[in-house]
T-cell receptor, first 113, second 109 residues
Framework: TAGITQAPTSQILAAGRSMTLRCTQDMRHNAMYWYRQDLGLGLRLIHYSNTAGTTGKGEVPDGYSVSRANTDDFPLTLASAVPSQTSVYFC????????????FGEGSRLTVL | GQNIDQPTEMTATEGAIVQINCTYQTSGFNGLFWYQQHAGEAPTFLSY??LDGLEEKGRFSSFLSRSKGYSYLLLKELQMKDSASYLCAVMDSNYQLIWGAGTKLIIKP
């Protein structure tokens, strides 16, 4: 089973350019999340979606946007990348907002120069 | 504010036992999770505690004391493959996960 698939795995991006990180899950999970992970810091929530058609802001939403047009897909867009957005990005999902453990994608390593 | 504390790094010997502590201060409590993350990989679920006490799962056990805001992950019969970071996370009153920075566990032969 695929679980959660993220793309691209790795990307180098010039500052000021836009970028969309893709995330697709095949587990029919209602809740999906985008985190960034930086050295020495815990996972920080960027945006989340408790169910298709709804999204919410997490701890560090500035500079990022998301959409949830259907259950399976939850893309993360950087409209105008800045060097501080250099990070490893993880997409995750679980059965429902209030239940279950998180399943993570393999991560997308983004470098903004 | 909400806070999760765990040691940055620990070292242990193959075959031994290690205990990784996690203390938390959060707005409400709806459970505590432990995840394992090998270098360059995604976190994977290890355990979930919502009631006080010890949950045992093979070589791994997790303990929770809600009154003390404290949990530990106990790893027995350590193997080299247990070298990884261990992440503690608490689900707050809004069912959002608050993450610790992780404990890097180094296993020596």
């Amino acid at each position: 089973t695929a679980g959660i698939t993220q793309a691209p795995t790795s990307q180098i991006l010039a500052a000021g350019r836009s970028m969309t990180l893709r995330c697709t899950q095949d587990m029919r999970h209602n809740a999906m999340y985008w985190y960034r992970q930086d050295l020495g810091l815990g996972l920080r929530l960027i945006h989340y979606s408790n169910t298709a058609g709804t999204t919410g802001k997490g701890e560090v939403p500035d500079g990022y946007s998301v959409s949830r047009a259907n259950t399976d897909d939850f893309p993360l867009t950087l409209a105008s990348a800045v060097p501080s957005q250099t990070s490893v990005y993880f997409c995750a999902s679980k059965t429902g907002a209030n239940t279950g453990e998180l399943f993570f994608g393999e991560g997308s390593r983004l470098t903004v120069l | 504010g909400q806070n999760i504390d765990q040691p940055t790094e620990m070292t242990a010997t193959e075959g031994a036992i290690v205990q990784i502590n996690c203390t938390y201060q959060t707005s409400g409590f709806n459970g505590l999770f432990w995840y394992q993350q090998h270098a360059g990989e995604a976190p994977t679920f290890l355990s979930y505690n919502v009631l006080d006490g010890l949950e045992e799962k093979g070589r791994f056990s997790s303990f929770l004391s809600r009154s003390k805001g404290y949990s530990y992950l106990l790893l027995k019969e350590l193997q080299m493959k247990d070298s990884a970071s261990y992440l503690c996370a608490v689900m707050d009153s809004n069912y959002q996960l608050i993450w610790g920075a992780g404990t890097k566990l180094i296993i020596k032969p």
